[in-house]
C-alpha cells in the first residue's frame, strides 16, 4: 500500500499501516459528482494520520477505478489512462478501514466525505460494527474563524499552505494542519471526550489490493470565479446553511448549473430543512457577497460584470440585485496609523519571520494586556507582519477585511 513522507505531494516510499491508536485519521474524498447514494463514485481517497495533540505521523492516498466516467475532470484532474491502473473500491476497503479504526475522522465539509465512505463502504459489503466519530474543520471555522468557511480561507486564516487543491493528498494534509491550529488553539485537553468516545471498527473480510498513488500532475489554476468564491465572507447562519453554500460554490465552477447539479443542490436543502426562502435568501446574499469582493480591488472590470450576472442567472436571482449592488461602491477607510493605538483586550495577529523570536513580542504584548491571536478572523484590530507588503494567507485575509498591516517597526516603537 502506498504512503506519502512529508512534506505533502511526494510519493516517497511504501508505508505500511500502523497499529491502532489513539488519534485523528483526516479523508478527504474526490468524487465524479455530489451524488453518493446514486450514481456518482468516489475516484480518489487520501487519509492523514494525526496524534492527539495533532501532529501529523503519517498520509496515504491513492486513486480509485469508479467503473464509469469520470465525471469534471477539469477540476480534480484525473484521466482516464491514470485510472484504468487503479484498484475498485471494494480492494482498498479493508485497508482503509484498518487506517480509519480506533480514530476521530476529520474531514472539511465532513457531511459530503462521510456520505461518499458509507455509500462506497456499502457497495463493497460492508457495514461498519461502530458509528463514525467526526469533526467538521469548516463547522469549527464559524467557531473559530468567525467567517470563511472554504478550504482555502481557512487555510489562509492560519498561513496553511494549499497548493494544487482538488487533489485528495493536498486537501487531506491541509485539513489535517488546519485541525492542528484548531487543537493548539484550545488545547489538547478539549478534544480528549471525543477521542475516548471511539470504538474499534470491524475488520473487513474482502480482498485487498495495492494503491495507486496519483502522479504529480500539473498545478491547478482557479477560475476567476473560483477566485472570488476563496475570498467571500461566510454568508449562512447555521451549519446547514453552510454545507448548502459549500455545494453551491463547488457547482458553480465552471459558471454552469447542469440538471444533475441542481437535483443535488434540491436533495441537501430537502435534507438540511432549507425552505425555499431560506435558499433564496442565501442566493442573494451570496451574490450581494461576490459583488462585495468585487470591488475589493476598485472599480469592478468588465469580465467581473459578466461573470457576476452570470452567477445571478444561474442562482435565479434578479440582476437587478447586482445593478444596485454595483452601483454601491464598497469603501474600506483605514485608520492612520500615526494616531492608532492598541488597548487591552485588542486582539492581534503576527506574521512571518520576525527580527525578534515571535514568542517574545507575543510575551511582550500579553503583559500590556492585548491578545495574540494565531488566525486572521474579523476581530482581529491589527495584524503585524514581517513585512507590511506580505503576500502571505495572513496578509492577504487582513487585506480583505479592511485590518490594517503594520511592520515590526511600529511595533518596536511601542512596546520594546
Known amino acids: ?25 483526516t479523508i478527504d474524498f474526490e468524487t465524479t459528482g455530489f451524488y453518493a447514494e446514486g450514481t456518482d463514485r468516489a475516484i480518489e481517497v487520501s487519509v492523514v494520520h494525526s496524534d492527539p495533540d495533532g501532529t501529523i505521523t503519517g498520509q496515504w492516498e491513492t486513486l480509485v477505478n469508479p467503473g464509469r466516467d ?46 461518499f465512505l458509507d455509500a462506497e463502504l456499502g457497495r463493497a459489503g460492508y457495514w461498519g460494527s461502530a458509528p463514525w466519530v467526526s469533526v467538521c474543520t469548516m463547522r469549527l471555522a464559524r467557531t473559530y474563524l468567525g467567517s470563511g468557511t472554504t478550504l482555502a480561507d481557512c487555510c ?9 487543491a482538488h487533489r485528495a493528498a493536498v486537501d487531506a494534509r491541509a485539513t489535517a494542519e488546519l485541525f492542528a491550529a484548531y487543537i493548539g488553539s484550545t ?20 480482498e485487498r489490493h495495492d494503491w495507486l498513488p496519483r502522479a504529480d500532475v500539473a498545478a491547478y489554476t482557479p477560475s476567476f470565479l473560483e477566485r472570488i468564491i476563496d475570498r467571500v465572507p461566510d454568508v449562512s447562519d447555521t451549519h446547514e446553511q453552510a454545507e448548502y453554500l459549500a455545494l453551491v460554490e463547488r457547482c458553480l465552477l465552471d459558471r454552469y448549473l447542469s440538471e444533475h447539479e441542481k437535483d443535488a443542490l434540491v436533495g441537501l436543502a430537502e435534507r438540511a430543512g432549507l425552505g425555499r426562502a431560506t435558499v433564496e435568501r442565501l442566493h442573494r446574499d451570496y451574490l450581494s457577497a461576490l459583488v462585495t469582493v468585487a470591488w475589493a480591488d476598485g472599480v469592478p472590470t ?8 452570470a452567477v445571478a442567472h444561474l442562482l435565479e436571482v434578479p440582476v437587478s ?20 493605538a492598541l488597548s487591552a483586550g485588542d486582539v492581534v495577529v503576527l506574521t512571518g519571520e520576525m527580527l525578534r523570536p515571535r514568542s517574545e513580542w507575543e510575551e511582550r504584548l500579553r503583559e500590556h494586556g492585548i491578545v495574540p491571536k494565531p488566525a486572521v478572523t474579523k476581530a482581529a484590530r491589527l495584524v503585524i507582519a ?16 479592511g485590518i490594517p498591516i503594520v511592520g515590526e517597526t511600529w511595533l518596536a516603537d511601542r512596546y520594546a
Do not use: C
Open 302 to 309: 468588465e469580465e467581473e460584470r459578466a461573470d457576476l450576472y
Open 70 to 115: 469520470l465525471g469534471r475532470q477539469d477540476i480534480h484532474g484525473i484521466t482516464a489512462r491514470e485510472i484504468l491502473s487503479a484498484p475498485q473500491f471494494a480492494g482498498i476497503a479493508g485497508d482503509l478501514i484498518d487506517l480509519l479504526t480506533g480514530r476521530v475522522i476529520v474531514a472539511h465539509n465532513a457531511s459530503f466525505d462521510l456520505r
Open 187 to 206: 488545547g489538547q485537553a478539549s478534544w480528549q471526550q471525543l477521542l475516548g468516545s471511539v470504538e474499534m471498527l470491524a475488520p473487513h473480510a474482502g
Open 386 to 401: 514581517a513585512d507590511p507588503d506580505s503576500l502571505s494567507g495572513k496578509a492577504r485575509k487582513a487585506r480583505d477585511y
Open 156 to 164: 489562509a486564516a492560519f498561513d496553511i499552505e494549499l497548493g494544487g
Open 321 to 340: 440585485v447586482v445593478d444596485d449592488a454595483l452601483a454601491r461602491p464598497v469603501e474600506v477607510t483605514a485608520p492612520t496609523m500615526g494616531s492608532f
Open 1 to 25: 500500500m502506498a504512503g506519502v513522507s512529508l512534506p505533502p505531494a511526494t510519493v516517497a516510499s511504501m508505508t505500511p499501516i500502523p497499529a491502532p491508536a489513539p488519534g485523528f485519521a
